[in-house]
């Protein structure tokens, strides 16, 4: 089984592609703004920006 060590490192490889991750995160903004019904929308759109920064360009 894998370890999360070898999760994250194969996550981030899955997320060198700008448009890969991209769609990631804007799923993820959208899952989770759905989930807490719109009351968190400016700081999910802050959160996914800042992780967009983080994983590059």
């Known amino acids: 089984m894998a370890g999360l060590g070898d999760l994250a490192d194969k996550g981030k490889d899955a997320m060198k592609d700008e448009g890969a991750s991209d769609k990631a995160l804007?799923?993820?903004?959208?899952?989770?703004?759905?989930?807490?019904?719109?009351?968190?929308?400016?700081?999910?759109?802050?959160?996914?920006d800042k992780a967009d920064d983080k994983l590059g360009d």
């Open 26 to 48: 804007d799923g993820a903004e959208g899952a989770a703004d759905k989930a807490t019904g719109g009351k968190h929308s400016a700081d999910l759109d802050s959160a996914r």
